[in-house]
């Protein structure tokens, strides 16, 4: 008799820990506020238990009369209700959604997410829009994000194949308060997503703009044009996200540097003179990353550096090129080093102006590519410059040349030779018809400076 009432009592106690790790679970509670539940005594836990048993029959969530249950909703949904009706109820669903727990959520969600997508695309997909469809619109947006706030909800709106795509239909900066928590849905679940999670979300945003003959990323760009610190805040948030997602770095300087493109890099200075704390943390993280991403690629450049053969770097280079839109431009590239004037001064300081300027060009401190929407030729005189380098470098030949000369003399026990200055070189050499002719006019005054010794 004893062990029954041991084995019932045992039974008693695993049945309340059971229905406390059910309350966590439905409570949508994260680990941190799991762990001081699991601390508290049997008697306390069994207590928890029973009030949460009390207050949801109360409330409805164990699906009392007295609440709209989910079945009502789906009910609701499905008969096709527009205008009013459909904002009344999707309103309804939201405040639900957002009060009752996970289990509530999940009963809703399995025929329910796709009665809300279609309500989405059907809103989307109308002509015309009266004032009642956007306000349903943005309902509908609320509702998902409501439905998402849990690890379920966020799993089945990942896993349902044309959500992403209806979230980056409804991008739209017409919009502001709609767009601030569509780009926000996608923010987040570029985040806590899967790998392959950033690349559906690309898809979809890119799939979204086709037809508006318009870059993928330019209704993005947009909403940091509109009056709304939330929409741009979340905006950045949202750039941030699919930028510093991938683990390539060729792919992340390729979206940031598509961003730029789309007019980002004219909006970021009025961005920065906006006065709030949870924008200039954003655009903190945009110029950390972007800095960041440019030491990384600039170290590419040692790495480069490691091939010494003219003709494996060469051919490296090629095989990128080869069979793509920039392989005629290659081929203009060499066309243009060919014309370099082939002179023994000349030749070097035109390849290093332009290994310079190439530099500059590849390896930008802005961490961006250029603007390439500049049409307008490169209007920039080397003329100047390579004429100081040339002279710079003849200047420097001879005086290396006087000098061999003086260590030659001493090493025949010569009296010392009487070398003019170095602006004596140039002078001579600017008045003479060719280097060759300079030194031979050189070599004669000292061979008579010599025999008159």
């Given at each position: 008799?004893?062990?029954?009432?041991?084995?019932?009592?045992?039974?008693?106690?695993?049945?309340?820990?059971?229905?406390?790790?059910?309350?966590?679970?439905d409570?949508?509670?994260?680990?941190?506020?799991?762990?001081?539940?699991?601390?508290?005594?049997?008697?306390?836990?069994?207590?928890?238990?029973?009030?949460?048993?009390?207050?949801?029959?109360?409330t409805?969530?164990?699906?009392?009369?007295?609440?709209?249950?989910?079945?009502?909703?789906?009910?609701?949904l499905?008969?096709?209700?527009?205008?009013?009706?459909?904002?009344?109820?999707?309103?309804?669903?939201r405040?639900s959604?957002?009060?009752?727990?996970?289990?509530?959520?999940?009963?809703?969600?399995?025929?329910?997410?796709?009665?809300?997508?279609?309500?989405?695309?059907?809103?989307?997909?109308?002509?015309?829009?009266?004032?009642?469809?956007?306000?349903?619109?943005?309902?509908?947006i609320?509702?998902?994000k409501?439905?998402?706030?849990?690890?379920?909800?966020?799993?089945?709106?990942?896993?349902?194949?044309?959500?992403?795509a209806?979230?980056?239909?409804?991008?739209?900066?017409?919009?502001?308060?709609?767009?601030?928590?569509?780009?926000?849905?996608?923010?987040?679940?570029?985040?806590?997503?899967?790998?392959?999670?950033?690349?559906?979300?690309?898809?979809?945003?890119?799939t979204?703009?086709?037809?508006?003959?318009?870059?993928?990323?330019?209704?993005?760009?947009?909403?940091?044009?509109?009056r709304?610190?939330?929409?741009q805040?979340?905006?950045?948030?949202?750039?941030?996200?699919?930028?510093?997602?991938?683990?390539?770095?060729?792919?992340?300087?390729?979206?940031?540097?598509?961003?730029?493109?789309?007019?980002?890099?004219?909006?970021?200075?009025?961005?920065?003179?906006?006065?709030?704390?949870?924008?200039?943390?954003?655009?903190?993280?945009f110029?950390?990353?972007?800095?960041?991403?440019?030491?990384?690629?600039?170290?590419?450049?040692?790495?480069?550096?490691?091939?010494?053969?003219?003709?494996?770097?060469?051919?490296?280079?090629?095989?990128?090129?080869?069979?793509?839109?920039?392989?005629?431009?290659?081929?203009?590239?060499?066309?243009?080093?060919?014309?370099?004037?082939?002179?023994?001064?000349?030749?070097?300081?035109?390849?290093?102006?332009?290994?310079?300027?190439?530099?500059?060009?590849?390896?930008?401190?802005?961490?961006?590519?250029?603007?390439?929407?500049?049409?307008?030729?490169?209007?920039?005189?080397?003329?100047?410059?390579?004429?100081?380098?040339?002279?710079?470098?003849?200047?420097?030949?001879?005086?290396?040349?006087a000098?061999?000369?003086?260590?030659k003399?001493?090493?025949?026990?010569?009296?010392?030779?009487?070398?003019?200055?170095?602006?004596?070189?140039?002078?001579?050499?600017?008045?003479?018809?060719?280097?060759?002719?300079?030194?031979?006019?050189?070599?004669?005054?000292?061979?008579?400076?010599?025999?008159?010794?």
């Amino acid at each position: 008799m004893l062990k029954n009432k041991s084995k019932i009592h045992d039974a008693n106690q695993y049945f309340f820990l059971l229905l406390h790790v059910c309350f966590q679970e439905d409570m949508n509670l994260n680990e941190e506020k799991k762990a001081p539940l699991r601390e508290k005594d049997l008697s306390t836990k069994r207590e928890m238990v029973l009030r949460y048993i009390i207050t949801a029959a109360k409330t409805g969530s164990l699906r009392s009369s007295s609440q709209i249950s989910p079945q009502e909703f789906l009910s609701e949904l499905k008969c096709g209700a527009t205008d009013e009706r459909l904002f009344a109820c999707l309103d309804s669903l939201r405040v639900s959604l957002t009060s009752n727990p996970v289990s509530w959520v999940q009963s809703f969600g399995h025929e329910g997410l796709g009665l809300l997508l279609d309500t989405l695309e059907k809103l989307l997909l109308k002509k015309h829009q009266e004032m009642v469809d956007k306000k349903s619109q943005h309902k509908v947006i609320q509702c998902l994000k409501a439905f998402m706030n849990n690890k379920y909800g966020l799993e089945r709106i990942i896993g349902e194949e044309k959500s992403l795509a209806l979230l980056a239909q409804a991008i739209d900066p017409g919009q502001p308060a709609m767009m601030t928590d569509v780009v926000k849905l996608l923010s987040a679940i570029c985040i806590v997503g899967e790998e392959n999670t950033l690349e559906k979300v690309l898809e979809a945003i890119t799939t979204a703009t086709e037809g508006r003959g318009v870059a993928r990323f330019n209704p993005i760009v947009q909403g940091l044009s509109v009056r709304s610190v939330q929409l741009q805040v979340a905006c950045m948030q949202l750039i941030n996200a699919l930028v510093t997602s991938p683990d390539e770095l060729d792919f992340r300087l390729h979206i940031r540097n598509e961003f730029m493109r789309c007019g980002l890099r004219e909006i970021l200075p009025s961005l920065n003179a906006v006065k709030n704390d949870a924008l200039d943390i954003q655009l903190k993280v945009f110029e950390e990353h972007k800095e960041e991403d440019m030491i990384e690629f600039s170290h590419r450049l040692e790495d480069i550096r490691m091939r010494t053969d003219i003709g494996d770097v060469f051919n490296v280079l090629y095989s990128s090129v080869k069979d793509t839109s920039a392989e005629n431009h290659f081929l203009s590239i060499l066309q243009h080093l060919l014309l370099v004037r082939n002179d023994y001064f000349a030749q070097p300081q035109y390849f290093k102006i332009i290994e310079e300027c190439v530099s500059q060009i590849v390896l930008h401190r802005s961490g961006t590519d250029p603007d390439f929407a500049y049409r307008k030729r490169l209007d920039v005189d080397f003329s100047h410059l390579l004429e100081v380098c040339v002279d710079k470098a003849r200047a420097e030949e001879f005086e290396q040349r006087a000098s061999e000369l003086a260590q030659k003399a001493s090493a025949l026990s010569f009296p010392p030779l009487y070398l003019p200055p170095l602006p004596c070189f140039v002078f001579l050499f600017s008045h003479s018809g060719s280097s060759n002719e300079f030194m031979y006019k050189y070599t004669t005054v000292q061979r008579f400076r010599v025999s008159k010794m």
